[in-house]
């Protein structure tokens, strides 16, 4: 499956911003879908993920109660919704897709990654 993210930009503290992440493939909704983002000089980290049907999320404890994730599995795409953003949520963003069902916090059960989408947030 191939991956493309867009809708980075740059916003003040406290905005709010939507990335999207499409895929190419009829084979979408077997996938688990993630966000991920790398901040200069620091290790790519989760931020979130979505099960195949949507039925269950999991966020970063530090995006949890502001940022949200969704999946329309009839457009192949995955939705990263951020909001009261700060700072330190400044980085490249980066979809990525897994055939895994748990470990799902963990880079390396993602076997197909976007080219990432930058996200600046100034104060």
């Known amino acids: 499956v191939q991956l493309q993210a867009s809708g980075g930009g740059s916003v003040q503290a406290g905005g709010s911003l939507r990335l999207s992440c499409a895929a190419s493939g009829r084979t979408f909704s077997s996938y688990v879908m993630g966000w991920f983002r790398q901040a200069p000089g620091k290790e790519r980290e989760f931020v979130a993920t979505i099960m195949r049907s949507g039925e269950s999320t999991l966020f970063a404890d530090s995006v949890k109660g502001r940022f949200t994730i969704s999946r329309d599995n009839a457009k192949n795409t995955v939705y990263l919704q951020m909001n009261s953003l700060k700072p330190e949520d400044t980085a490249v963003y980066f979809c990525?897709?897994?055939?895994?069902?748990?470990?799902?916090?963990?880079?390396?059960?993602?076997?197909?990654w976007g080219q990432g989408t930058q996200v600046t947030v100034s104060s």
């Open positions: 990525a897709a897994t055939a895994a069902s748990w470990d799902l916090m963990n880079v390396g059960r993602y076997l197909y």
